[in-house]
DNA sequence: GCCGTTTTCGGCCCGACTGTTTTCAGTCG
């Protein structure tokens, strides 16, 4: 068990006990546990092993035994003691939009069903509307939730996806026959949703291989163990291909697997089938194409070819192009590390500059800055900013966009300021004519210089609000207002096709992390994989410049 | 269940919004 599966049973815990109407403190303590495993640096196993579990934060005597426990065995009686109680198929409705532990707990109780698809029958026969509290709009909430999430089931996030590709990837390449290895379709092209988990690998011993790949520890079933090709599950419950091809075939089949499916049709439609032989690298493989070489994250068929025919490709972004980040959270709102910890993660990355845009007062959940604090806030970093002479903390704030398209921090307070990033946090559920004009209203503020997570989809969540796309990119253009790709993988907003429209229009980007811990600065490589994505080049995104306000 | 003490119990975020009500519970961030 690594750290993420240790923190999930912990969370499963968290949300059974939840649904169970337990202690709500006992339920935070628990989250506040897996909140802390997830932004570990290091590896539980080596924690439990030097005895330092009690060092975790929010770890105490209880759940470092059900750690121990978890570590040991894989499993964890007192988890499979909740589960007997409640079904861990419940945990399933918790992704539905309008169902959280309370309702999930009152529709398993009062009707007796614990699965989606019941859950799915009983609101289309219109059952649930009868319960106490629920109604019409609540009942066709959730069928539109289901349906959702039904269409993204069998769909991964690449952040999810990566780090469970780099350890089996790590695993194949410690074996000795292995020659060459890559990861390949859609996680090499950096989609933000993957169906399954492909690694490419280059043997002289087929056999050797199979056999080293079934001795994997987190693989849960093996579907197919046949010449060329291991398939089957792991245990995340994430589907794998392993494709194993002699090592003279291996540049093709890099080529063939990569895909997209539509972009290897296009090339191959009008060649000879011996084109390809001998190729010695993918490079080569694109000149015998007779065009440029064209990376991972562009073979999509969408334009690519005709621009590698013709040298028009967009120059490739890459991470140390990134000076500074525009956009996180610290412990003055719902961020977890103070300024100064932030500004050395910062530093550590060779950032230039990091803005600090906490949440403003309206979400109060977030202990959102009020002006009074936000002026505490600047003193601070005004102090510190005189400790560095190649560094520098940007006063920023993440203001909310109220209702009614209002910011909810006055003009002359967010004139004060270096960078302000303007989102939405609420009232998702406005008509598109409203919430259109809510950010129009936004976008023509003279002080916003970014709107933040501009849809505010949660991919596998929810789609984004409803809003004039068309127009928002307008007014965007019109205002030289630059737009957000926020970097958490699940939100990954604005997405591929909306940046690619907006670098047309001359709308600049800012690759942002949104980070609310330290360690989550690093998620800024998934955004960069979005802009690359969207055909974004380095003049396209503000802050590969350096920056000096 | 964790934490931090005026050390072995008492405290541990909360406000807006929604859909359901008719004064409020649950969800969400």
Known sequence: MNNQETAEILEKIADLLQIKEDNSFKVRAYRNAVSSIYHLDEDLKTIYQQGRLDQIPGVGKAIQGKIVEILETGSCQYYNELKKEIPASLLEWLAIPGIAHKTARQIYKKLGISTLDELYQAAVAQTIQNLPGMGAKSEEKIIKGIEYLKGVKDKTTLGEALPVARDLYNYLQAFANIEKLSPVGSVRRGKSLVGDLDILVASRDEAAVRKYLRDYPWIKVIKLDESGHVTGILKTGLPFEVIIVEPQEYVQALFWTTGSKEHCRVLLDNVKPDLLRGVASEEELYKRFNMDYIPPELRENRGEVEAAQT????????????????????????????????????????????????????????????????????????????????????????????????????????????????????????????????????????????????????????????FDLDKILEESARNHKILEINSHPDRLDVDEDIARRAKDMGIKIAINSDAHHKNELSIIQFGIITARRGWLEKEDIINTSTYLK
């Open 311 to 466: 040298s028009s490709l967009p120059a490739r972004l890459e991470l140390h192009h990134i000076k500074g980040d525009l956009h996180v959270h610290t412990d003055w709102s719902d961020g977890k590390n103070s300024l100064e910890e932030m500004a050395e993660a910062a530093r550590a990355l060779n950032y230039e500059y990091l803005a600090i845009t906490d949440h403003s007062r309206s979400l109060t959940v977030s202990s959102g800055l009020s002006p009074e604090k936000l002026l505490l806030q600047g003193e601070q970093i005004d102090r510190l900013n005189r400790k560095w002479d190649d560094f520098r903390l940007l006063k920023g704030i993440e203001v909310d966009i109220l209702k009614d398209g209002s910011l909810d921090l006055p003009d002359d307070v967010l004139a004060g300021l270096d960078i302000v990033v303007a989102s939405i946090h609420s009232a998702f559920n406005l008509d598109k004519k409203a919430q259109t004009q809510r950010l129009v209203k936004a976008i023509n503020n003279e002080h916003v210089d970014i709107i933040g997570h501009l849809t505010g989809r949660l991919l596998k969540r929810r789609p984004g609000y409803e």
